[in-house]
């Protein structure tokens, strides 16, 4: 069994920082793409940003330039640095993964539990 589970949330102040991180474990044979998404009061769950096993990153157009997405394999560990956070910012953030088995022939789909981001004005 593969689990995601994000920290990292809280409540940050308009102009603040944080830092989510996604932490994988369990067995399986690699952690290809992942990504965070979120998801405000009353609203669809949307993407934030994404990236592929070798880096390549995407980011939803209201957070280019402040939020920064980055990994590290080794670790199985994904992280979002959020900065210049606005009060829009404000949502549960989820953890997303595709993961391969440990037969190295079918990959699944993942979700973290997911952590609260309050921007304050």
């Known amino acids: 069994q593969v689990q995601l589970v994000e920290s990292g949330g809280g409540l940050v102040q308009a102009g603040g920082s944080l830092r989510l991180s996604c932490a994988a474990s369990g067995s399986f044979y690699s952690i290809n793409g992942m990504g965070w998404y979120r998801q405000a009061p009353g609203k669809q769950r949307e993407l934030v940003a994404t990236?592929?096993?070798?880096?390549?990153?995407n980011y939803a157009d209201s957070v280019k330039g402040r939020f920064t997405i980055s990994r590290d394999n080794a670790k199985n560990m994904m992280y979002l640095q959020m900065n210049s956070l606005k009060p829009e910012d404000t949502a549960d953030y989820y953890c997303r993964g595709q993961v391969t088995g440990v037969t190295g022939r079918y990959e699944h789909e993942y979700w973290g539990q997911g952590t609260q981001v309050t921007v304050s004005t």
């Open positions: 990236i592929t096993r070798t880096g390549s990153t």
